[in-house]
């Protein structure tokens, strides 16, 4: 399958692998964590510089595209910020986000952003994983991971199967984190629940972009088959992320003719590389397990739970996770206790809470009609919308 970010992907952005499979099968690690996305990335470097082993396993090498909006808000900002790391966006080239152009029903609103960048998912994940890589953690890309069966003499870790290619080998950790997103893997898929009304994400990368779609500005079109972002690149590419009902999907025949539509129906240009594709999709964007722990097993990020984002609180919520269960982390490697699961279960709502305010704003979007209705009252009382702009970048309080 074609890579959407792939023709201006960098060589400089690789990580390489730190060990092969025979070794990291030889070794019993304090953590293993499954999936090298933010939560996954930020929970291995925060274990690595608190002097446990670490490996880090993806079944993707890096840089690799993801379906995401590239939106940094100020609460990612100062989750990176409160680890250390509060230089990397910029560094990095981030783009300043100072605006959010919001259109539906034929109503139209420019909001101001507080803060915020914007950063390609490609560059934005290997650095995490490249400062993963730094702190002492072990990476392993290529590699697939299932859960083995506990019992026997495995009492005081959690075996692995890691396949890489044609080979497969038993991984052994005092403690597993399970952060391999939407539709992950490792979990059963008894466990892995997707609302019913959930709703399909789509994206791509866009080389060239009418100048409508200015740097520094998120736009957002929404209509009767769902929502699409829009957002300039670091490197002046144009990332389109949307969010479609499964119907209206099927009934266009894709997402270049939904994402087309949505577009049109605002009354925006249509930039002409949504036609040529590649298109990339997910699973169902609201999903949740039946549980988030089991014996040794902690579930992060969007693989604990997941709702349709909106300006950048898929990797907010990712980082809060992975800040979150970094010191009970440390408890388990230590001494493994019954009551954790419910104890992570507690942090995580706690740590999560802010997520009811998106529930909403998804709400919301599904309807054109009311959304048109509250862009024409943004419009007419911008200072309206400064209440939740602020609750969306405000970070939580941790315990």
């Avoid at 083995?148 to 959690?158: D, E, M, Q, W």
Wanted: contains cysteine; proline residues 7%; glycine residues 14%.
């Amino acid at each position: 399958m074609a890579d959407p970010g792939a023709s201006a992907t960098p060589a400089s952005l690789r990580v390489a692998p730190t060990l092969g499979l025979a070794e990291a099968a030889r070794r019993v690690w304090d953590v293993i964590a499954v999936g090298a996305g933010p939560a996954g990335a930020c929970a291995a470097r925060e274990l690595a510089r608190a002097g446990r082993s670490v490996l880090l396993v993806d079944k993707s090498s890096f840089p690799r595209y993801k379906v995401c909006g590239s939106c940094l808000n100020g609460r990612v900002l100062s989750a990176l910020e409160a680890v250390g790391l509060g230089a990397l966006v910029e560094e990095a080239g981030g783009v300043v986000l100072d605006g959010l152009r919001l259109a539906a029903a034929g109503a139209e609103v420019v909001l101001t952003l507080p803060g915020g960048a914007a950063l390609g998912r490609e560059r934005f994940d290997a650095l995490l994983v490249r400062a993963a890589v730094q702190a002492g953690a072990e990476f392993l890309p290529s590699t697939r991971a299932r859960l083995g069966v506990l019992g026997g003499p495995t009492g005081s870790f959690r075996p692995l199967v890691l396949h890489q290619g044609g080979d497969t080998e038993s991984a052994r950790g005092r403690l597993v984190l399970a952060a391999d997103g939407l539709g992950a893997g490792l979990l059963p898929r008894a466990l892995a629940m997707t609302a019913p009304a959930s709703r399909i994400g789509a994206g791509l990368i866009v080389d060239e972009a009418p100048g409508f779609y200015r740097a520094g500005c998120i736009h957002m079109a929404c209509g009767r088959a769902g929502y699409v972002g829009l957002v300039r690149l670091e490197d002046g590419r144009l990332d389109v992320a949307a969010a479609f009902d499964p119907g209206a999907l099927r009934h266009l025949g894709g997402p270049a003719r939904a994402a087309t539509g949505v577009i049109a129906e605002v009354g925006w240009p249509v930039p002409a590389g949504l036609a040529a594709g590649p298109w990339r999709g997910t699973p169902g964007l609201t999903s949740r397990p039946e549980c988030i722990s089991a014996e040794r097993l902690f579930v992060l990020g969007d693989a604990a739970g997941y709702v349709e984002p909106f300006t950048g609180e898929g990797i907010a919520w990712a980082l809060t996770s992975a800040r979150a269960l970094c010191p009970l982390a440390l408890r388990a490697v230590e001494c493994w206790d019954p009551a954790f699961p419910a104890l992570w279960a507690a942090l995580h709502r706690r740590a999560l809470g802010p997520r009811r305010l998106c529930h909403a704003t998804a709400r919301l979007l599904r309807s054109p009609l009311l959304t048109g209705v509250l862009v024409r009252l943004l419009a007419n009382a911008p200072a309206l919308a400064g209440p939740i702009v602020q609750a969306l970048n405000r970070h939580p309080a941790f315990p």
